[in-house]
Protein backbone atom coordinates (compact mmCIF):
# COMPACT_ATOMS: atom_id res chain seq x y z
CA UNK A 1 0.00 0.00 0.00
CA UNK A 2 3.01 2.13 0.19
CA UNK A 3 4.88 2.88 -2.84
CA UNK A 4 7.86 4.74 -3.06
CA UNK A 5 8.80 7.83 -5.40
CA UNK A 6 12.34 9.38 -5.32
CA UNK A 7 13.16 7.47 -1.76
CA UNK A 8 10.55 8.80 0.07
CA UNK A 9 7.52 6.18 0.81
CA UNK A 10 4.07 7.87 -0.20
CA UNK A 11 0.65 6.35 1.31
CA UNK A 12 -1.50 5.79 -1.41
CA UNK A 13 -5.24 4.48 -0.71
CA UNK A 14 -5.86 0.48 -2.28
CA UNK A 15 -7.11 0.37 -5.19
CA UNK A 16 -10.62 -0.31 -6.16
CA UNK A 17 -11.32 -4.20 -5.22
CA UNK A 18 -8.33 -4.12 -2.82
CA UNK A 19 -9.26 -3.77 0.92
CA UNK A 20 -6.32 -2.47 3.20
CA UNK A 21 -5.70 -5.59 5.93
CA UNK A 22 -7.55 -3.94 8.67
CA UNK A 23 -10.84 -3.53 6.73
CA UNK A 24 -11.13 -7.24 6.14
CA UNK A 25 -11.02 -7.96 9.87
CA UNK A 26 -13.19 -4.31 10.77
CA UNK A 27 -15.36 -3.70 7.87
CA UNK A 28 -16.67 -0.50 9.62
CA UNK A 29 -13.00 0.93 9.84
CA UNK A 30 -13.79 1.62 5.82
CA UNK A 31 -15.04 4.64 6.85
CA UNK A 32 -12.99 7.36 6.74
CA UNK A 33 -11.96 9.96 9.68
CA UNK A 34 -12.85 13.38 10.13
CA UNK A 35 -10.17 15.68 9.97
CA UNK A 36 -11.78 18.50 11.30
CA UNK A 37 -12.97 17.79 15.34
CA UNK A 38 -15.88 19.35 16.17
CA UNK A 39 -16.13 20.17 20.19
CA UNK A 40 -18.99 21.28 21.73
CA UNK A 41 -18.65 24.86 23.14
CA UNK A 42 -17.59 24.58 26.94
CA UNK A 43 -20.13 26.24 29.36
CA UNK A 44 -19.47 26.84 32.41
CA UNK A 45 -21.94 24.84 34.97
CA UNK A 46 -23.87 26.56 37.99
CA UNK A 47 -22.22 24.75 40.86
CA UNK A 48 -25.88 23.65 42.79
CA UNK A 49 -23.78 23.95 46.06
CA UNK A 50 -26.12 26.36 47.95
CA UNK A 51 -25.50 27.49 51.27
CA UNK A 52 -29.26 26.03 51.90
CA UNK A 53 -28.35 22.79 50.21
CA UNK A 54 -25.09 22.03 52.38
CA UNK A 55 -26.87 22.83 55.02
CA UNK A 56 -30.00 20.66 54.48
CA UNK A 57 -27.50 17.73 53.95
CA UNK A 58 -26.25 18.56 56.91
CA UNK A 59 -29.09 18.80 59.16
CA UNK A 60 -30.18 15.33 57.44
CA UNK A 61 -26.79 13.84 58.58
CA UNK A 62 -26.80 14.90 61.95
CA UNK A 63 -30.20 14.23 62.22
CA UNK A 64 -29.96 10.71 61.35
CA UNK A 65 -26.42 10.19 63.13
CA UNK A 66 -28.11 11.47 66.38
CA UNK A 67 -31.52 9.33 65.71
CA UNK A 68 -29.01 6.07 65.88
CA UNK A 69 -27.21 7.29 69.09
CA UNK A 70 -30.34 7.84 70.88
CA UNK A 71 -31.75 4.64 69.64
CA UNK A 72 -28.50 2.97 70.65
CA UNK A 73 -28.41 4.72 74.10
CA UNK A 74 -32.18 3.32 74.83
CA UNK A 75 -31.40 -0.05 74.08
CA UNK A 76 -28.34 -0.01 77.08
CA UNK A 77 -30.99 2.12 79.19
CA UNK A 78 -33.52 -0.82 79.05
CA UNK A 79 -31.10 -3.60 79.46
CA UNK A 80 -29.18 -2.08 82.36
CA UNK A 81 -33.18 -1.41 83.74
CA UNK A 82 -34.08 -5.00 83.19
CA UNK A 83 -30.19 -6.26 84.90
CA UNK A 84 -31.00 -4.30 87.83
CA UNK A 85 -34.84 -5.39 88.28
CA UNK A 86 -33.46 -8.68 88.82
CA UNK A 87 -30.65 -8.15 90.97
CA UNK A 88 -33.36 -6.41 93.03
CA UNK A 89 -35.32 -9.40 92.99
CA UNK A 90 -32.37 -11.68 94.20
CA UNK A 91 -31.68 -8.79 96.97
CA UNK A 92 -35.21 -9.32 97.88
CA UNK A 93 -35.01 -13.05 98.20
CA UNK A 94 -31.84 -12.54 100.16
CA UNK A 95 -33.36 -10.29 102.48
CA UNK A 96 -36.58 -12.39 103.02
CA UNK A 97 -34.40 -15.59 103.79
CA UNK A 98 -32.47 -13.39 106.13
CA UNK A 99 -35.76 -12.63 108.09
CA UNK A 100 -37.00 -15.79 108.09
CA UNK A 101 -34.13 -17.25 109.48
CA UNK A 102 -33.96 -14.59 112.39
CA UNK A 103 -37.58 -14.68 113.23
CA UNK A 104 -37.43 -18.62 113.89
Do not use: C, D, W
Amino acid sequence: FEREQSGVAERQPPGPGMLHPTMRVFPRAARGFSTVAVTPPVTPKKSKNTFTSRLKAFSLGFTAASLGGFGLAYQQLQASAAEMMTEIEKVERRQAELEEKLNR
